[in-house]
T-cell receptor
């Protein structure tokens, strides 16, 4: 079993929809929870991160972490065609040189 | 703004050959990470360095080695290449700020080196 599980999709939604992306994990030592966006043939780009449990909002994006359930989510409101990409969750026990474990990535298509 | 530079961008090798991938971090960044991403796969953490010392190690094969030099650039050396080593290899860099718990040191990814082993 992988340390981080993520449904690879693909997920197809109409423009303006609310998108929900999720990951589960098994390592209770994870403290940092990140969401990356990756376009084809490009390196991942950090969208947002959360430390420990709780919610974090940044514009149309909201990240949630439930450490008791070992479950994290990313919500995208008012989705746009430009949001079409692969979204990867990632986790680490620490920052500054600690290994980062990625999920499989969910391919999202937002149709105009 | 300066980004992470990786060279070469594309590399084709034969089985059992060796390859060296280079990574030049963002100026003033002191931490470098290496990842391997197979087709349709998630990035797999290989190894990381902080201030020229190995800081963490993942699923890096014994055939691979890496180091960070005095100018903070890093090289990933791969020997006895196998077909399964064909992948996109990403380098990422970060500035490790010791600001206490909760402050994440963002990793900035390079464009990757696409290695094809024939």
């Amino acid at each position: 079993q992988k340390e981080v599980e993520q449904d690879p999709g693909p997920l197809s939604v109409p423009e303006g929809a609310i998108v929900s992306l999720n990951c589960t994990y098994s390592n209770s030592a994870f403290q940092y929870f990140m969401w990356y966006r990756q376009y084809s043939r490009k390196g991942p780009e950090l969208l947002m991160y959360t430390y420990s449990s709780g919610n974090k909002e940044d514009g149309r994006f909201t990240a949630q972490v439930d450490k008791s359930s070992k479950y994290i989510s990313l919500f995208i409101r008012d989705s746009q065609p430009s949001d079409s990409a692969t979204y990867l969750c990632a986790m680490s026990e620490g920052t500054g040189g600690f290994k980062t474990i990625f999920g499989a990535g969910t391919r999202l298509f937002v149709k105009a | 703004a300066a980004g992470v530079i990786q060279s070469p961008r594309h590399l084709i090798k034969e089985k059992r050959e060796t390859a060296t991938l280079k990574c030049y971090p963002i100026p003033r960044h002191d931490t470098v990470y290496w990842y391997q991403q197979g087709p349709g796969q998630d990035p797999q953490f290989l190894i990381s360095f902080y201030e020229k010392m190995q800081s963490d190690k993942g699923s890096i094969p014994d055939r691979f080695s890496a180091q960070q030099f005095s100018d903070y650039h890093s090289e990933l050396n791969m020997s006895s290449l196998e077909l399964g080593d064909s992948a996109l290899y990403f380098c990422a860099s970060s500035l490790t700020k010791r600001e206490g718990r909760g402050s994440y040191n963002e990793q900035f990814f390079g464009p990757g080196t696409r290695l094809t082993v024939l």
